[in-house]
């Protein structure tokens, strides 16, 4: 349940109108103007840290580091994209206070640095409204970095409620940029798709620290690339992982072994996220899914679906996207929304129809013919 820290008319038009100038939303995507249009996942704080929880307990893995140094590898990548300040003196305070500016309509909390630290060899640094310790950690240091333009070691703890802090040594060795990672699983479609819903950013309620809140319940803005480094970190451990029981068809992806455990699991846990919120899903008709999984796909930036048609008579639906914003969690959720709708297990597979790219879901079990 949400716990509700805010009042529906506290919220503050001046953040609302910074966030909808800032994030397009356009058939069911954000997309940050200010960093290339990158596709942004909208989600609540406490639906990532369950999610990632999942996922870890889908294959049995500890991931803080991996998650640590993905959030590390992508704010590295979007702060080469960002100007420097200017001038000759306090360019490291000017650095942080940019930082935090940005970070602030991220709603990922705020960087607090000691002063007189930008020649020490060891600091401590403090993210306040941290998520995960280890993703604040990874985006803390490379801010940092950034700020010095040195390379340092990291490692972090949490510092009380809210609080991560996170231990920095310099460190002279020489590591490669990251570069962006390329995909080639989706192509959007020229189909658009209206949205039915006002946009889910215009009710912000500001937070002290760096975030924000949207119906009671803080969420942040986390970039895809973000989440394709997390997937890429995590698929070079998997090897020794049982593949999550959950059955997805991604032949036409041409997934490694490694990568279709790492999306099983991605998509476990999103089906297993959405069926925890108990969130009411119904669907009378196959062509109401594209209403219909708006507010669990276009709300959050996960994209979406412009048309579906029945395949059966026992709810299977074959549905079509505009927009997609990673097929491993919109699967999952989809699955989640199909079995809170027909009471039943879910089954899926990718297909590819005149060049478009589709999603088949059904029964996971086969049903008699009355």
Known sequence: MPIIGSDENEFSEALANEL?????????????????NEPSWLVSTSAFNRWFELIQENLELNLGRRLAHAAADSEELRLDL?????????????????????????????LKVPSKSSKLEKLDLEVHGRL?????????????????????????????????????????????K??????????????????????????????????????????????RDFILRLIENITTYASECSKPSINIDWSIFKLKENEMK????????????????????????PENWVGATQAELAEHGLGSIF?????????????????????????GVLMGCWSRSEGRNAKASWIENDGVRCLK???KSEIAPS
């Open 20 to 36: 909808i100038q800032r994030y397009n939303w356009e058939s069911g995507m954000f997309y940050d103007t200010t960093y290339k």
């Open 82 to 110: 960002m100007a420097r300040p200017t001038g000759f003196f306090k360019l490291n305070k000017k650095s942080i206070l940019q930082i935090n500016e940005d970070w602030r309509l991220r709603g990922l909390g705020s």
């Open 132 to 176: 995960q310790s280890s993703f604040s950690s990874g985006l803390a240091n490379a801010a940092w970095e950034w700020a010095v333009k040195k390379r340092h070691r990291f490692r972090w703890e949490d510092g009380g409620r809210d609080i991560a802090l996170v231990h920095l040594e310099l460190d002279d060795i020489e590591i490669a």
């Open 178 to 223: 990251p570069k962006k990672i390329n995909f080639e699983w989706f192509i959007d479609s020229d189909n658009d798709v209206e949205h039915i819903q006002k946009n889910p950013l215009s009710k912000p309620f500001e937070l002290s620290f760096g975030g924000w809140e949207l119906m009671g319940e803080r969420h942040v803005i986390l970039y």
């Open 262 to 285: 790492v999306w099983d699991a991605i998509a476990k846990s999103s089906s297993e996220l959405f069926r925890e919120g108990e969130e009411l899903f119904m669907v009378a008709e």
């Open 307 to 331: 048309s579906s048609k029945g395949i059966d008579n026992n709810g299977g639906v074959e549905l079509s996207f505009s927009r997609l914003f990673h097929p491993a969690i919109v699967t």
């Open 361 to 363: 879901i059904s029964s």
